[in-house]
């Protein structure tokens, strides 16, 4: 999770909400993300996304049992919906995401059987240090928006 971590304060000296992810499998790294829907224009471009992409070119597969998909903030229904595509058997993340998050904020599709019967979740963790990051980086966007007014 710490990589993870590190990969959102990437994205957000990128200007973008600071959401990292890494995929690991066997206890070693194969692909990190961060998020970048603002920068790439892509509105899929979800750190999630970003990370299961460069774990499948890396694999050549789009496949990727086995793995386990690490990110800051519990994913969003897109985002659930590339986890099941590829097959990744567990996802740990740290903040829930009260608005949109689908692994049990607002619904929980990874519980759905019959859409989802090979992907474990587990969240909270290192879950203080991702809500910081978030609290950080809005209430500077906050203040940002108070100057120019």
Known sequence: MRWAIAMAKLSERCGEVPVG????????????????????????AHAE??????AARQR????????????????????AGA???????????GAPEPKTGVAGSQLDLFAHRALNPHTEVRGGVLRDACIAQLRHFFQLRRTQRKKRS
């Open 83 to 93: 986890i099941f595509q590829a097959r990744v058997a567990a996802v740990v993340f």
């Open 49 to 54: 996304i970003v990370a299961l992409r460069a």
């Open 21 to 44: 992810a890494v995929v690991v499998a066997e206890g070693a790294l194969v692909a990190l993300g961060c998020n970048q829907p603002i920068g790439t224009d892509d509105p899929t």
């Open 60 to 79: 050549g597969n789009y496949r990727l049992p086995g793995t386990i998909l690490y990110v800051t903030v519990e994913p969003c229904a897109m985002c």
